[in-house]
């Protein structure tokens, strides 16, 4: 008894209720058993999951009891997979997509080993999707962020830079913008990063250009300052990486903002900060 | 000797297009001699200091072409704007030829070789601000302000590498009309 119930946590025993034990091998056991059957990988792979179609507990409705331990789990498992991206933005600012690999993400983020493949199926392009999923909403965010704080959008696109310029400055000049590192590595090769990154750069200028709208400036001078401003603070933070310094972010944010303010409607509050910044 | 220096710029040639493809951690000097049909041994003979060598050369490479090609323009065009749109029209057509493949090699480089090699950053930002540089020369002998000619040559370049940037992902060329359609703008910016 004193065994079977040592060896309960490790080889995953379900103790019934009449007090009889039945062994459930754990999907590593099965691995082991169905490999020394003497099929090959790909094959003991289909046997698994095959097999664990089979396993009792699959089938069986949790207790109350197993049921916690499941929520528990998950809760558990999503904060995992939350810092493990939070990882990956950082480490893809700053090394690219190439050049971080998935052992640096786990090691950044505490995270096991084992648990790269548990989290992300899809290996490091799933990975990225997210990274460039979390950057996309985190750069909407900054964007209506900054429009709130702002008395009118010319103000807008200055804190926007300031923001960007503030990140660049505090992480030493090394981490920029996640989407462009893979854009301009995986471009042409990835299609799905590809889309990803496109879709970057779309929603950004959306949230820009929507505050310009409702300062009420033309429709389409809107969505064209929305998308220089978008193309041109990525330029700028790519400057500001090489020359070690604010300044191209700084030239680029009083530069796009006068060009904002000279489209605003006259009558609103033209800005002082406009001609101020010239 | 003249051999040499041919496989060397054939290799710096190739170097060329596949950092500007794929950037910096993602090419190998075994794709660059085969790209530049030579052989493997030439690598570390014409490169000694291997990848980081080839990739300060393609910088140097890519800047110097940057500088003449504002110059060239300069000659060709009267007045700013018409300057500037050139430019513009130069680099969007560079881009549309390789098919959104090829955009610019110092920004493959830089966007995560700074955190690697020192050098090859310096190199860069060198090359970068002798770019800004060129532009400005080329606003100001147009007849503009020199203080604006230098803000505005500081955005346009940022603005010609983020069109570039997002050119790729998007792959239309809609980036560059759109910020041809801000160059008054931010030519009569500074005088507010």
């Given at each position: 008894v004193q065994r079977s119930r040592s060896r309960d946590e490790y080889t995953n025993t379900a103790v019934q209720p009449s007090g009889q034990s039945r062994r459930i091998p754990t999907p590593r056991r099965r691995f082991f058993i169905l490999s020394m059957v003497g099929v090959n990988r790909t094959r003991t792979l289909l046997l698994m999951r095959w097999s664990s179609r089979l396993s009792p507990r699959m089938s069986a409705a949790p207790t109350p009891q197993q049921q916690g331990i499941v929520t528990d789990m998950a809760a558990r498992r999503t904060d995992t997979r939350d810092r493990m991206i939070r990882s990956a933005v950082r480490l893809f600012q700053r090394h690219g997509y190439v050049g971080t690999t998935m052992l640096q993400v786990v090691e950044d983020s505490g995270?096991?080993?084992?648990s790269i493949y548990f989290h992300f199926r899809g290996g490091k392009e799933e990975l990225a999707r997210e990274v460039l999923d979390r950057s996309r909403r985190d750069v909407v965010k900054l964007a209506h962020r900054c429009a709130e704080r702002a008395t009118d959008p010319s103000e807008t696109v200055l804190r926007l830079a300031d923001v960007l310029a503030d990140g660049m400055r505090n992480s030493g000049f090394v981490e920029g913008c996640a989407a462009a590192t893979m854009a301009l590595e995986m471009t042409p090769a990835c299609e799905v990063l590809r889309a990803a990154c496109d879709g970057y750069f779309v929603e950004w200028q959306r949230a820009l250009s929507l505050h310009f709208l409702d300062a009420g400036m033309p429709r389409t001078r809107a969505q064209v300052l929305a998308s220089v401003a978008v193309s041109t603070l990525e330029g700028a933070l790519i400057l500001a990486r090489t020359s070690l310094s604010t300044t191209p972010l700084d030239v680029a944010g009083t530069e796009l903002s006068a060009l904002v303010s000279a489209s605003l409607p006259l009558g609103r509050d033209r800005s002082p900060k406009g001609s101020e910044a010239a | 000797v003249a051999r040499q220096s041919n496989t060397q710029a054939r290799m710096v040639e190739a170097g060329e297009q596949l950092l500007s493809e794929r950037g910096y951690g993602n090419v190998t000097m075994i794709e660059v001699v085969d790209k530049a049909g030579a052989p493997r041994g030439s690598i570390y003979y014409h490169f000694p200091g291997g990848k980081e060598d080839l990739a300060t050369k393609v910088v140097a490479k890519v800047g110097e072409e940057a500088v003449q090609l504002v110059d060239w323009v300069a000659t060709k065009t009267e007045g700013p704007e018409a300057f500037l749109h050139l430019l513009i029209e130069r680099h969007r057509k560079r881009l549309e030829r390789s098919d959104f493949a090829q955009g610019c090699a110092m920004m493959g480089i830089m966007v995560n070789a700074s955190t690697q090699s020192e050098p090859l950053r310096a190199a860069a930002a060198d090359a970068f601000s002798s770019w800004i540089n060129a532009v400005a020369q080329g606003l100001t002998s147009k007849g503009v302000q020199p203080g604006v000619a230098r803000r505005a040559a500081a955005t346009f370049v940022a603005g010609v590498e983020g069109a570039i940037l997002v050119s790729r992902t998007t792959r239309s060329v809609a980036p560059f009309s759109l910020l041809a359609g801000v160059v008054p703008g931010l030519l009569t910016s500074g005088d507010t």
């Open positions: 995270a096991s080993r084992g | -």
